[in-house]
Structure formats: C-alpha cells, structure tokens
C-alpha cells in the first residue's frame, strides 16, 4: 500500500534545516503533496532573508520531490466549509492554514503538520511526528 501525505510549512521548514525526523517521515513516504499556499509561505521566508538564493536553491530542490496541489472552485468550498465551522465554535485558526486544510479534505490526504490547531478541523487526518 502507498503512503501519502500532504505538508504543511511547519514540517517543510524542519525538513529543509535538516530535521532527521522529519526527514525520516518524508523518506519513507511514497507521494508527497505541497499545497500551493505553503509554497507561498516558503517563498515569503526566503524573500525575508538578507540572501534569500541559497533558500531558494533548497526550495527548488525540494519541488523535484512533491506535486504541488492548486486551489479550485471545490477547494474554496471546503475553505467555506471549515472556516464558518470554525469560527462559529470561537475556534478561528490562520487563513493560509484552513487553505491547506482545505486541500487536504478535498483530496482526502493526511496532513503532516505541527501546529496543534489544525486538531480543530473536523474530518482532517493530522500526522504528527
């Protein structure tokens, strides 16, 4: 059976500064997915640093190894879905952030990630490392 899993910045990030355990987690995975959102945040990082081409030579490495996923007409109707649920339960989380969760309930993807709000997402397959 393949694993995929679709990744948040917060496990790229790790990942890209040489993390071993993330990095164990991305080397065992055979489908790894980037939503186009996070590749925004990882080119705002770059873009932020003094010399941002030796970041943005390890970002143009690490696109040779995951499919970028796209927004779209269903994305944006789960991006509904999970931001009018979470804020009528007082419950909000980062814009950028419903954007991945939405990708990955639209694609039914387990998503890699370390930050603890995207637990408050119904119907959202969070993997930790």
């Known amino acids: 059976m393949s694993k995929e899993l679709l990744l948040d910045t917060s496990a790229v990030i790790p990942h890209l500064r040489r ?3 993330v ?3 991305l080397t065992t995975t055979d489908y790894l997915y980037l939503p186009i959102v996070v590749l925004g945040e990882l080119y705002h990082g770059a873009y932020r640093l003094p ?4 970041q943005m030579e390890k970002i143009q490495t690490f696109l ?3 499919t970028v996923l796209g927004i779209n007409t269903f994305t944006a109707e ?3 879905q999970i931001s009018a649920h979470l ?3 007082g419950k909000n989380i ?3 952030d419903v954007w991945v969760a939405a990708i990955a309930r639209e694609y039914r993807l387990p998503l890699l990630a370390d930050d603890e709000h995207f ?4 119907d959202l397959n969070l993997v930790r490392w």
């Open 64 to 66: 040779r190894a995951v």
């Open 51 to 54: 010399f941002p081409r030796k």
């Open 78 to 80: 789960h991006f509904g």
């Open 19 to 21: 993390d071993d355990t």
């Open 94 to 96: 980062p814009a950028n």
């Open 119 to 122: 637990s408050r997402v119904p």
């Open 23 to 25: 990095t164990s987690v």
């Open 87 to 89: 804020s009528t339960e």
